[in-house]
T-cell receptor, first 113, second 115 residues
Framework: KAGVTQTPRYLIKTRGQQVTLSCSPI?????VSWYQQTPGQGLQFLFE???????NKGNFPGRFSGRQFSNSRSEMNVSTLELGDSALYLC????????????FGPGTRLTVL | AQKITQTQPGMFVQEKEAVTLDCTYD???????LFWYKQPSSGEMIFLIY??????QNATEGRYSLNFQKARKSANLVISASQLGDSAMYFC????????????FGKGTKLSVKP
């Protein structure tokens, strides 16, 4: 069974631009969560989507948004990029319940110049 | 508030020896889950092992075992017979409280296996 895939793997943007990251979950998984990893703040939860609805949300500004499609694929969008948004963005998929184990993708490394 | 603490920023172990990575947690929820993930330099987080708060026995997955001491709120990862490929960052994580499934991570331990 294929794992979680994320595209693109690397991205370079400039301040003020916006970016969209994509995540395809493991087949049969209906929940997708997004995390941001930085050297300073570590791993932080952004949001979780299940059945095309945001089920849970972390403490990030409104510039960070996401959505989920009917095939469970998810996208996250960051508008008006700031230098501090440079990070590894990790997507994780799980079956359906909040208690299910999350399996991570390889991440998208975003650099904001 | 829930919190995960990993006090070892870095550790060295000789190949073929066992190593224990420490993790303590804090939560007021009676039901919770504890996870360990491995992150090689490539960046992908690899799930290793899971322990539920009501599990009577310590979890085991191949060379990985979790030393779960509920009263001390610790969930240490034991890797037996270390291999060079075990060199990576290791993160302890806890599932959020109530119906929230988001993971709360510790700061990680960088394990280096010496030949």
């Amino acid at each position: 069974k294929a794992g979680v895939t994320q595209t693109p793997r690397y991205l370079i943007k400039t301040r003020g631009q916006q970016v969209t990251l994509s995540c395809s979950p493991i087949s049969g998984h209906r929940s997708v969560s997004w995390y941001q990893q930085t050297p300073g703040q570590g791993l932080q939860f952004l949001f979780e989507y299940f059945s095309e609805t945001q089920r849970n949300k972390g403490n990030f500004p409104g510039r960070f948004s996401g959505r989920q499609f009917s095939n469970s694929r998810s996208e996250m969008n960051v508008s008006t990029l700031e230098l501090g948004d440079s990070a590894l963005y990790l997507c994780a998929s799980s079956l359906s319940q909040p208690s299910d184990t999350q399996y991570f993708g390889p991440g998208t490394r975003l650099t904001v110049l | 508030a829930q919190k995960i603490t990993q006090t070892q920023p870095g550790m060295f172990v000789q190949e073929k020896e066992a190593v224990t990575l420490d993790c303590t947690y804090d939560t007021s929820d009676p039901s919770y889950g504890l996870f360990w993930y491995k992150q090689p330099s490539s960046g992908e987080m690899i799930f290793l092992i899971y322990q539920g708060s009501y599990d009577q026995q310590n979890a085991t997955e191949g060379r990985y075992s979790l030393n779960f001491q509920k009263a001390r709120k610790s969930a240490n990862l034991v890797i037996s017979a270390s291999q060079l490929g075990d060199s990576a960052m290791y993160f302890c994580a806890m599932r959020g409280g109530g119906s929230q499934g988001n993971l709360i991570f510790g700061k990680g331990t960088k394990l280096s296996v010496k030949p």
